[in-house]
T-cell receptor, first 110, second 112 residues
Framework: EDQVTQSPEALRLQEGESSSLNCSYT??????LFWYRQDPGKGPEFLFT???AGEEKEKERLKATLTKKESFLHITAPKPEDSATYLC???????????FGKGTRLHILP | DARVTQTPRHKVTEMGQEVTMRCQPI?????VFWYRQTMMQGLELLAY????????DSGMPKDRFSAEMPDATLATLKIQPSEPRDSAVYFC??????????FGPGTRLTVL
């Protein structure tokens, strides 16, 4: 069965304390892996797409990496405004289906 | 600033009633997606369209849900009859044809 699992479910960090969020996947044929940010009461906001193992993408304090089994979202020196739920999703080759993980709720303390 | 718009933003209805949710995709986008988000299940893909043609609706309960795109500026999601387990936030997203998706603000549906 195709699955996407994100860990941890929730993470509290002090401002400036770098960390990583994990997205592990077991799918039959990955077309692409996506990271989104979702603020309370809003729709997800697209961050990155990764297509092949070894690929990396960066945006401000965020860097996403991809291996054959998982993806990491690294947050460097986070600020309180980085607090949000971060969602990972995969798109499958065989039928274009999109599967989301349950997300990681990130809280950055000032 | 181009955005996906959804109406209504909130809907409270009684079990058995018909519910229609509307989405206006970003002008020029040719893919439209409908999602449902709940605390228990997270975000689930219900259906998606490319160039107004339905490509996949396997995530939808077929007996009560239907999704259509009457024209390029309007996508609709209907539930008839609605049930309490349909209570969720429903998101529409559109995309320019690749994998990037732009989400709307969602419709929060409560079925009593």
């Amino acid at each position: 069965e195709d699955q996407v699992t994100q860990s941890p479910e929730a993470l509290r960090l002090q401002e400036g304390e770098s960390s990583s969020l994990n997205c592990s996947y077991t799918v039959s044929g990955l077309r692409g892996l996506f990271w989104y940010r979702q603020d309370p009461g809003k729709g997800p906001e697209f961050l990155f797409t990764l297509y092949s193992a070894g690929e990396e993408k960066e945006k401000e304090r965020l860097k996403a990496t991809l291996t054959k089994k998982e993806s990491f979202l690294h947050i460097t020196a986070p600020k309180p405004e980085d607090s949000a739920t971060y969602l990972c999703a995969v798109r499958l080759n065989r039928d274009d289906k999109i599967i989301f993980g349950k997300g990681t709720r990130l809280h950055i303390l000032p | 600033d181009a955005r996906v718009t959804q109406t209504p933003r909130h809907k409270v209805t009684e079990m058995g009633q018909e519910v229609t949710m509307r989405c206006q995709p970003i002008l020029g986008h040719n893919t439209v997606f409908w999602y449902r988000q709940t605390m228990m299940q997270g975000l689930e893909l219900l259906a998606y369209f490319r160039n107004r043609a339905p490509l996949d609706d396997s995530g939808m309960p077929k007996d009560r849900f239907s999704a259509e795109m009457p024209d390029a500026t309007l996508a609709t999601l209907k539930i008839q009859p609605s049930e309490p387990r349909d209570s969720a936030v429903y998101f529409c997203a559109s995309g320019p044809g690749g994998d990037e998706q732009f989400f709307g603000p969602g419709t929060r549906l409560t079925v009593l």
